[in-house]
């Protein structure tokens, strides 16, 4: 038996949101543009088995996502399970969500066990909530946003166009020298992942605002829908000179582009301490909680 992974591109696109779309899921990994884009770094691919999509690791662990797609759930997973074993290998699957592993424990009643990591969950927010900023707990975020307009009387708000794509993947350059990215691998792999999105922006069908200072871009922002009724955030870049940019486009990416979504995925803040504390004082609604499955006794 053998599963292989395929590296994503460009050409995959169709396929993999024909079987990303049976995926009940707010998760942020969940979409096309960051499995594509993300593939490189964290040397993922996917395949079809039964008729569902998995992603899983092309080098080093052997681990899966939870297959989506109209196949048979427990069909496929117990393939999956035969391939490991068959590898020598433990069967594992990651970014496992509370909802996917209730589906799984029914499946596989007490023979599946999850360690959830707090690091990688997801931030989810009230999209109209990071709009208006209104009532107490926002005080703070709206003196920030004040702050920005008596300081920057001159600011503009604007979807990213063909028009001004350019412009902000200069500042996306211009960020990347000020903020240390060649010295640090992570940071690295991060900018370049924005900076592909910027570049194949309308490929991916992303949306992006950008927030203008003395008629440069300060600041931009790129998310995609991912289910029914969530925008997931995939960028966030400002300068950190221009006080209250984040802030502000933090919120007025919210009021444009958060338009018809109910809530806003933020994404996870891999355990840094003040990216923490930043994404907890928007007051997430909830968290998406995803964790590792292993076995528990052999089937």
Request: proline share 3%; net charge negative.
């Amino acid at each position: 038996m053998e599963i292989n992974l395929k590296r994503p591109e460009l050409e995959d696109r169709t396929q993999i949101n024909y079987y990303l779309n049976y995926a009940d899921t707010r998760s942020c990994e969940m979409t096309f543009a960051n499995s594509y884009l993300w593939s490189r770094h964290y040397d993922t691919g996917f395949a079809i088995v039964e008729d569902m999509l998995v992603f899983g690791y092309t080098s080093g662990t052997t681990s899966f996502t939870v297959p989506a797609g109209p196949g048979d759930l427990k069909k496929t997973i117990d393939i999956l399970m035969a391939y490991c074993q068959e590898k020598g290998t433990p069967f594992q699957l990651h970014n496992v969500t509370r909802k996917d592993f209730d589906r799984l424990e029914e499946l596989y009643p007490g023979m599946l066990t999850i360690a959830y990591e707090r690091d990688y969950a997801d931030y989810v927010y009230e999209t109209e909530k990071l709009a208006r900023l209104s009532g107490k707990k926002y005080h703070s975020k709206k003196n920030h946003i004040n702050k920005f307009k008596a300081l920057y009387p001159d600011w503009s708000y604007e979807p990213i166009t063909k028009d001004n794509i350019e412009e902000c993947f200069q500042m996306g350059l211009r960020w990347r020298e000020l903020n240390g990215c060649e010295e640090d691998e992570e940071k690295h792999a991060e900018i370049c992942v924005a900076l592909n999105f910027l570049r194949l922006f309308e490929e991916l069908e992303m949306r992006g605002g950008a927030l203008r200072v003395n008629g440069k871009i300060a600041a931009f922002t790129i998310g995609e829908p991912v289910g029914k009724d969530t925008l997931v955030v995939h960028i966030e870049k400002a300068f950190a000179d221009i006080q209250g940019a984040y802030t502000m486009i933090n919120q007025q990416f919210a009021e444009h582009e958060g338009n018809g979504f109910m809530y806003l995925n933020r994404e996870e803040d891999m355990g840094e301490e003040g990216l923490r504390q930043a994404k907890m004082s928007y007051k997430p609604v909830f968290l998406i909680e995803k964790g590792v499955v292993r076995r528990t006794s052999l089937l």
